[in-house]
């Protein structure tokens, strides 16, 4: 199983970035894949989260900001970050299930079992 995140980079504030994970090894259409986030000191945490359905989640510091989407025909899961703060700066990691999540479960690092090895954004 491999997740490998592309897109990252330095941004202004106000700024936009779009990241990009593609998956391979598993059964990627059926499984919950997700985006989390972690600075310097500080504990990873959730940006967003997306069941097999489609259907996303996101957490209250990036909602209205930040779009989170799935292609399962290529295994590929966006995350597209609008009027980005330097509160933003972090390395982001793709993640990704064995099976569907159900909503509630989409932003818990706990329903993840592969991680992909990080991209990182950094808004100045």
């Known amino acids: 199983v491999q997740l490998v995140e592309s897109g990252g980079g330095s941004v202004q504030a106000g700024g936009s970035l779009r990241l990009t994970c593609v998956a391979s090894?598993?059964?990627?259409?059926?499984?919950?894949m997700g985006w989390f986030r972690q600075a310097p000191g500080q504990v990873r945490e959730a940006v967003a989260g997306?069941?097999?359905?489609?259907?996303?989640r996101y957490s209250d510091s990036v909602k209205g900001r930040f779009t989170a989407s799935r292609d399962n025909l290529n295994n590929t899961l966006y995350l597209e970050m609008t009027s980005l703060r330097p509160e933003d700066t972090a390395m982001y990691y793709c993640?990704?299930?064995?099976?569907?999540?159900?909503?509630?479960?989409?932003?818990?690092?706990?329903?993840?079992?592969?991680w992909g090895q990080g991209t990182q954004v950094t808004v100045s």
């Open positions: 993640a990704g299930a064995s099976r569907a999540c159900g909503s509630q479960f989409v932003l818990r690092d706990s329903a993840y079992k592969y």
């Open positions: 090894g598993y059964t990627y259409s059926s499984s919950c």
């Open positions: 997306v069941d097999s359905d489609g259907r996303a």
